[in-house]
Nanobody, 120 residues
Framework: HVQLVVSGGGLVQYGGSLRLSCAAS????????MGWYRQAPGKERELVAG???????NYANAVKGRFTISMDNAKNTVYLQRNSLKPEDTAVYYC??????????????WGQGTQVTVSS
């Protein structure tokens, strides 16, 4: 069993900054990568940023230059530093991880969502 625990959401003013963290724990042999998704009201869940354990990153165009994803491989923890926040960044943010079990099979896991609200 694998658990992803997310922290760091909340209310922030326009132009402010906020950091999310997501820690994976449990029966983990390895992690192939982790990422952040978000879902705004009435919209589909979308990828915000992803990172592999090798350090390769990718970002949604809407957040490039403002958000930074990083990963502490030793702690199985991924972070999302978000600067210059805009009201359109308001959404529920979810963490996702590709976890390789001791069986060497890979599974995808989701953390609980955390609400981020940017006030104008």
């Amino acid at each position: 069993h694998v658990q992803l625990v997310v922290s760091g959401g909340g209310l922030v003013q326009y132009g402010g900054s906020l950091r999310l963290s997501c820690a994976a724990s449990g029966s983990i042999f390895d992690i192939s990568g982790m990422g952040w998704y978000r879902q705004a009201p009435g919209k589909e869940r979308e990828l915000v940023a992803g990172i592999s354990t090798g350090g390769n990153t990718n970002y949604a165009n809407a957040v490039k230059g403002r958000f930074t994803i990083s990963m502490d491989n030793a702690k199985n923890t991924v972070y999302l530093q978000r600067n210059s926040l805009k009201p359109e960044d308001t959404a529920v943010y979810y963490c996702n991880a590709g976890v390789v079990a001791f069986s060497r099979l890979e599974y995808g896991y989701w953390g609980q969502g955390t609400q981020v609200t940017v006030s104008s």
